[in-house]
């Protein structure tokens, strides 16, 4: 009788099977993603359709995630104003390894209608890294969706590396979050 | 008192037998707004809350640049007649200064501190008009006077994208906007000739 055990051509390496593990890794981590749904402004009206029977996100292993600590991918969808942005950076260091940000709409990628206000902001991958931008104002479901899809393909080819990014130009972002922000701390009476 | 006109006539007779009226409109049956002087907003105020209207709905401000001066405008409402009050004042723009209702309203606290915060509009006898309350670390003239220009501040404070040429359309021949006239003026062209 054949034996059913797998055996490999020649021995791996310690980084071939490394690679493997990371593989193996990847693919479970691309079908179970946990959003934390950052929903600051009218994009998040697409997320209702995109969660239920109409086009049903669950299939792709996605689901809603309400704190930081277990949350996957840091949803961004609309406007940030100053305020809204110190948050969302505590929230996104917050995260753990490895956090993917997905933006939905023009308001992170230049402002979108609000691009002349005194209280938001126009990029928001000056102050953390982006993944995938959803274009559109508003995007339409199918392109949330398809967003979704981009990053699991990003996962797989392992180019979604926002997080990694954001740890070998940590000075960069800091600065920039300074000189938007000024000191990235909260001091208000709420929180003293 | 059910008739909602009546409630108007009453508190007209009362408001104007109370304060001198500067300028007076009756915006529908429901609501009715006066002008008065600065210093008997007080005045009217305790005269209003002592007659019903124990609730103070909003406390806004509006800046008018060309006649350099702020209005105040406070919005009171009654839960037996069925009016809302606007009492609207008009303070001077350089040194804005008003008296806190504090004491007559309890509920001003927050509104007046969010007048001071996108006006500038200082409260003496609310003891945290000068607290930081929706802006963070904000450094320069107050967001909502009209001589404040957004578009100069976001483009002085925040990084603009930059687009690289070749996605921007600037050759005439490929204008849309050409192209659309041409089809607007051919379609208006078919149309006038239908008619005659």
Known sequence: MKSTKFTPASKLSKAEIDRKWWEVGDFFRRNSLWMLMYCTGCCAIELPPAMTSAYDMERLGMGPMATPRQADILLVSGYLSLKTLRRLIYTYEQMSEPRYVVALGSCPINGGIYHDSHAVINKLDQYIPVDVYVAGCMPNTESVMNGFVDLMDQIKRKTAVGWKKYHENNAWYKENQKTSLGEVVVHDEFHE | ?196
């Open chain 2, 1 to 196: 008192m059910t008739n909602s006109m009546n409630n108007i006539e009453f508190v007209n007779d009362l408001v104007k037998g109370t304060v001198e009226v500067v300028k007076s409109e009756v915006i529908d049956k429901f609501q009715v707004s006066f002008e008065i002087k600065k210093n008997e907003v007080h005045l009217l105020l305790t005269k209003l809350k002592s007659a019903g209207w124990i609730q103070l709905s909003y406390l806004s401000a509006i800046d008018w640049l060309e006649e350099n001066k702020f209005e105040l405008i406070y919005i009171l409402m009654n839960w037996e007649k069925p009016v809302y009050i606007q009492v609207r004042t008009k303070i001077d723009r350089e040194n804005p200064v008003m008296d806190s209702i504090l004491p007559i309203f309890g509920g001003a606290k927050y509104y007046e501190r969010e007048a001071h915060e996108f006006f500038g509009i200082a409260f003496p006898g609310n003891p945290d008009y000068e607290k930081q309350l929706i802006l963070e670390g904000w450094d320069d003239i107050p967001p909502l006077r009209k001589d404040f220009d957004p578009k100069a501040y976001s483009d002085k404070k925040f990084p603009q994208r930059d687009y690289p040429q070749d996605y921007s359309v600037k050759d005439p021949k490929e204008s849309k906007q050409a192209k659309r006239e041409a089809r607007k003026q051919r379609a208006e062209s078919l149309r006038g000739g239908k008619k005659q």
